[in-house]
C-alpha cells in the first residue's frame, strides 16, 4: 500500500511529540516498517505521471475534424463541439467526454487560438509617485502685455489619490 503525505506528515508530528515509532505508526494507520523508512529518508519521493493511461477517445477525430473547425470559429465552446460529434456519430461519443474535450479545446486555444492580451497589474501606493505632463497647445495664441508667449501646459497629478 503507499503512503500519502498525510499519513507521512501525521507520523512525523506524533514521533517529534516523543510518541514511540510503533504507536505513531499505529496512529497514521501505516506499518512499524514504513516509519523506519521514513525516518531513515528511504521513502521513494512521488513522482508525477507523464505517460496517459489510456487511449484518446478523441484521436479519430481530434485533427481531422474539430482542429479544422476550432481554426475557422475559435469561438465554437468545447460542449458544442461534443454536441456536434454526438450528432454526427450518436452513441459513439457519451457526454462522460465532456471534460476531456474541454481539456483538448483549452489546451488547443492556449497553444494554436488567438493571441492573448497580457495585462501587468499596476500597484499605486500613497505618496510614492507622481505624473507630470507638458503640453504645446496647438492653436491657441497667449499674449502678455501685447507680446507673443511661447509656452507649454504642464500639469502634475499624484499616482494614487489623483490629485492635480
Given at each position: 500500500?503507499?503512503?500519502?503525505?498525510?499519513?507521512v506528515?501525521?507520523?512525523?508530528?506524533?514521533?517529534?511529540?516523543?510518541?514511540?515509532?510503533?504507536?505513531?505508526?499505529?496512529?497514521?494507520?501505516?506499518?512499524?516498517?514504513?516509519?523506519?523508512?521514513?525516518?531513515?529518508?528511504?521513502?521513494?519521493?512521488?513522482?508525477?505521471r507523464?505517460?496517459?493511461?489510456?487511449?484518446?477517445?478523441?484521436?479519430?477525430v481530434?485533427?481531422s475534424?474539430?482542429v479544422?473547425?476550432l481554426?475557422?470559429?475559435?469561438?465554437?465552446?468545447?460542449?458544442?463541439?461534443?454536441?456536434?460529434?454526438?450528432?454526427?456519430?450518436p452513441?459513439?461519443?457519451?457526454n462522460?467526454?465532456?471534460?476531456?474535450?474541454?481539456?483538448?479545446?483549452c489546451?488547443?486555444?492556449?497553444?494554436?487560438?488567438?493571441?492573448?492580451?497580457?495585462?501587468?497589474?499596476?500597484w499605486?501606493?500613497?505618496?510614492?509617485?507622481?505624473?507630470?505632463?507638458?503640453?504645446?497647445?496647438?492653436?491657441?495664441?497667449?499674449?502678455?502685455?501685447?507680446?507673443?508667449?511661447?509656452?507649454?501646459?504642464?500639469?502634475?497629478?499624484l499616482?494614487?489619490?489623483?490629485?492635480?
Amino acid at each position: 500500500m503507499t503512503l500519502n503525505t498525510s499519513q507521512v506528515s501525521y507520523y512525523i508530528t506524533q514521533r517529534k511529540k516523543g510518541i514511540t515509532q510503533h504507536i505513531s505508526a499505529m496512529k497514521a494507520g501505516i506499518s512499524v516498517r514504513s516509519g523506519r523508512r521514513i525516518e531513515k529518508g528511504q521513502r521513494a519521493k512521488n513522482s508525477v505521471r507523464h505517460w496517459s493511461t489510456r487511449k484518446d477517445p478523441l484521436e479519430a477525430v481530434w485533427d481531422s475534424m474539430l482542429v479544422p473547425l476550432l481554426k475557422e470559429r475559435p469561438v465554437l465552446t468545447p460542449t458544442t463541439l461534443l454536441e456536434m460529434l454526438q450528432d454526427k456519430y450518436p452513441g459513439q461519443y457519451p457526454n462522460s467526454f465532456r471534460r476531456t474535450m474541454q481539456r483538448r479545446g483549452c489546451e488547443w486555444k492556449l497553444q494554436s487560438g488567438a493571441e492573448q492580451e497580457v495585462m501587468f497589474r499596476q500597484w499605486h501606493q500613497p505618496g510614492l509617485r507622481g505624473l507630470l505632463d507638458f503640453t504645446k497647445l496647438k492653436g491657441v495664441v497667449v499674449t502678455i502685455a501685447g507680446k507673443l508667449l511661447v509656452h507649454m501646459l504642464y500639469n502634475f497629478r499624484l499616482e494614487w489619490s489623483h490629485w492635480s
